[in-house]
């Protein structure tokens, strides 16, 4: 199965076309890009634009948070669903020409294997590994350390599954429950359906991102510093760091 097919473009219907409804629906979800922003900020100052690759740039949420962190940023963002990207594309159109933003049409892994060794200071993403199916999630985060210079930082606002499975399924309750609170007085119907579909999806076994794995496959592709900090129920701040040697 090709890498394109492995990852799921999740977000090619109304979902897609009404993403920043999400802030109503899941506001840890855009303040998760706040803080991925502002972790890119706390990155130490070097004397050469930083080298920022965004995964799953969408409409340009997270995107805007990085390239407003510093102004010593050039941000490479990777989005295979054109519904998304087209969105931040017109949005941050000025950060395009003045040269501090470009856009990928691939898939995480393919926009990712080309890229040389040691070349990246940065790589960010906010609420898309958790899209990955858990294969090739493993495969990009091989990719991410490669990419990645010595004492280079992987930072992801994401869906980190509770490794209490009983208190996960709770967590999961009350979101289903928020979702009804905030679509039915607006009588959306057909996004709560969707959105109800792709928490499926998320939930399912080959797709979800358990806090202990993760940290786990990010020790074993080599990172060092592996931290979980801002958790909001399923939500949390991680980040690692490449070791120089």
Known sequence: MSNTLQYEAMFSSVIGQEYDMLQLICPAA??????????????????QPLQVVELGGGTGITTLA????KDDIVVFSVDNEPTMQEQAKQRLQQWVTDGRLSFC???????????????????????????????YREQVIKEIFRVLKPNG????GD????????????????????????LTPLKRSDL????????????????????????????????????????????????AIKPVN
């Open 30 to 47: 855009t303040e998760m890009s706040r803080l991925v922003g502002e972790e890119v900020r706390a990155y130490p100052n070097t004397t």
């Open 105 to 135: 049409g691939d898939d995480a892994l393919t926009a990712l294997q080309p890229l040389a060794d040691n070349s990246v200071d940065i790589i960010a993403s906010a609420y898309t590994l958790h899209n990955f199916f858990n294969s």
């Open 192 to 239: 709560l359906e969707q959105w109800i579909v792709h928490l499926f999806n998320d939930e399912s076994e080959d797709h979800v991102m358990r806090e202990a794995v993760a940290v786990q496959q990010l020790h074993d592709s080599g990172f060092l510093n592996v931290n979980i900090s801002h958790r909001h129920a399923i939500n949390a701040l991680v980040t």
């Open 159 to 182: 869906r980190y599954g509770l490794n209490d499975i009983r208190q996960h399924t709770r967590a999961v309750q009350e979101e289903v429950s928020h979702y009804f609170k905030v």
């Open 153 to 156: 930082h992987f930072i992801n």
């Open 66 to 69: 990085l390239l407003t962190a």
